[in-house]
């Protein structure tokens, strides 16, 4: 039985190839073999453990950053950066700075989207951790 991590690890590997409109036999011949279709399974089925090096690896033939791979927070809730309290600090300018430059960046896709990985860098810029950000994502 996979731990509850491997599983959502799982589901977001399968996503992210599916996102790719790649079947598991597709990713092994895209990989020449490298990545073969029934160990990718057990990683996306959350029955095998994947290395942080080929995660990594994944992350980059899937074109999408390895954090984004990972679930954060408890029950892969996300992170949620609660703005209010953050304008009464007097980091909302920080915060929207941040925000208009990502959309700026993001070229396809929903660039109107905030990831949970642009949660996890502005809870870092704003110096807290994912424990002390409040919500769900």
């Given at each position: 039985?996979?731990?509850?991590?491997?599983?959502?690890?799982?589901?977001?590997?399968?996503?992210?190839?599916?996102?790719?409109?790649?079947?598991?036999?597709?990713?092994?011949?895209?990989?020449?073999?490298?990545?073969?279709?029934?160990?990718?399974?057990?990683?996306?089925?959350?029955?095998?453990?994947?290395?942080?090096?080929?995660?990594?690896?994944?992350?980059?033939?899937?074109?999408?950053?390895?954090?984004?791979?990972?679930?954060?927070?408890?029950?892969?809730?996300?992170?949620?950066?609660?703005?209010?309290?953050?304008?009464?600090?007097?980091?909302?300018?920080?915060?929207?700075?941040?925000?208009?430059?990502?959309?700026?960046?993001?070229r396809e896709g929903r660039?109107?989207?905030?990831r949970d990985s642009d949660?996890?860098?502005?809870?870092?810029?704003?110096?807290?951790?994912?424990?002390?950000?409040?919500?769900?994502?």
């Amino acid at each position: 039985m996979a731990d509850k991590f491997s599983a959502l690890l799982g589901l977001r590997l399968r996503a992210a190839r599916r996102h790719r409109g790649w079947s598991l036999g597709e990713l092994e011949s895209y990989t020449g073999g490298e990545f073969k279709a029934s160990v990718v399974g057990a990683y996306e089925r959350g029955e095998r453990a994947l290395s942080v090096q080929r995660l990594v690896q994944l992350a980059e033939i899937y074109a999408v950053p390895a954090a984004d791979l990972l679930p954060i927070g408890s029950g892969d809730r996300g992170v949620m950066i609660d703005l209010d309290l953050t304008a009464e600090s007097g980091d909302g300018d920080l915060i929207d700075r941040y925000l208009a430059a990502i959309h700026f960046l993001r070229r396809e896709g929903r660039p109107d989207e905030v990831r949970d990985s642009d949660k996890a860098v502005i809870a870092s810029l704003l110096e807290a951790t994912v424990n002390a950000v409040s919500g769900s994502g």
